[in-house]
């Protein structure tokens, strides 16, 4: 901040509790791992512009977009570590750390949005502990939009998946390319483009906000609209760097990370639909799933779910019971 600003800022920190501390800047380092234009990305920009206006500049939050300071895969743990004090992540990629983090990824366990958002207050207990473990304070959670099927080719049937490069971001989207005898091959969103471009991947299951920010439609021809889960990015703080904050200081993070949390889930649904004529636009042909395909795919899922609820053990049982109760 310049001296400048900061004399201003300092100004107009009157009586709000801030005055004190306007002298004490904080600063810190957020890392996300989605373009600048994504929607997930925008939200966060607003909430650091939030922060910024409700502590008078004294905690000042640099977002760093699309993978720039730390890889996706890279971001938690450098939460849990301290090198960025704030991230955001995509929690079913992290499954494998902690089996409730994928819950949101099972397939067809939710039905819509209003699903979405049940599932995520039966999973946030669990969420906030796990979380807490890895030294981090979860501060808000938004859904990408339902995560539907891209592909080179069409796909008529789970037959027709067979042998196609398959692009996996989570342990259960590997398991079904698996599942299907696609070829399962793990790649970053940030690294989208250029995996199609060079014919790495052919097919992939994604949302249509994330078809759109890529232009998926300069590669691939075909959407299939299997709407088969709802999965959600975490937005986590570094639980000893939030512990520093004077208390005035936490409460304005916690004010507009509940404010970044309402405004995200609005905007998902809303992106949903525009992204979904943008992909229209571009030339792909967007269309419901096959019976066929989708029986196909339920039966998949089943499968997997089967193999979630094993490893999940009590605490995944008590989830999907808490969240089969508030349905
Ligand atoms: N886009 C991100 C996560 C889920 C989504 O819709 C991705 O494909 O990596």
Known sequence: MKRRDFCATAALATGLGFAAQAQAETKWDFATAY????????NNEQFVQDVAAATHGAL?????????????????????????QMGEFFLVSFQNEAQIFGVDGLPFLVKD?????????AQKPYLEAALDKAGQVLLYSVAWPPQNIYSSRPINSGADLKGLKW??????????GELVGAQPVTIQEAEL???LATGVIEGLIT????????????????????QAWIPKNAVTVNKKAFGALPKAEQDALRAAAAAAEKRGWESSR?????????LKKGGMQVQPPSAQLK???????????????EKAGADGKALLDAFNKSK
């Open 35 to 42: 373009p600048a234009i994504n929607f997930h990305s925008r």
């Open 60 to 84: 000042k939050i640099q977002p760093h977009f699309g993978a720039s300071l730390f890889k996706m895969p890279e971001i938690k743990r450098a939460v849990q570590t301290g090198n960025a």
């Open 113 to 121: 949005y209003d699903e979405a958002f049940k599932l995520y207050q």
């Open 167 to 176: 692009r996996v971001y989570s342990p259960t989207t590997a398991r079904i």
């Open 193 to 195: 483009s250029q995996a």
């Open 207 to 226: 949302s249509s906000a994330t078809g759109a920010d890529n232009k998926l439609y300069e590669h691939l021809k075909y959407f299939y609209e299997v």
């Open 270 to 278: 809303e992106v949903n639909t525009r992204s979904i004529e943008t």
């Open 295 to 309: 029986a196909d795919l339920v039966k998949v899922g089943e499968v997997v779910t089967r193999e979630w609820v």
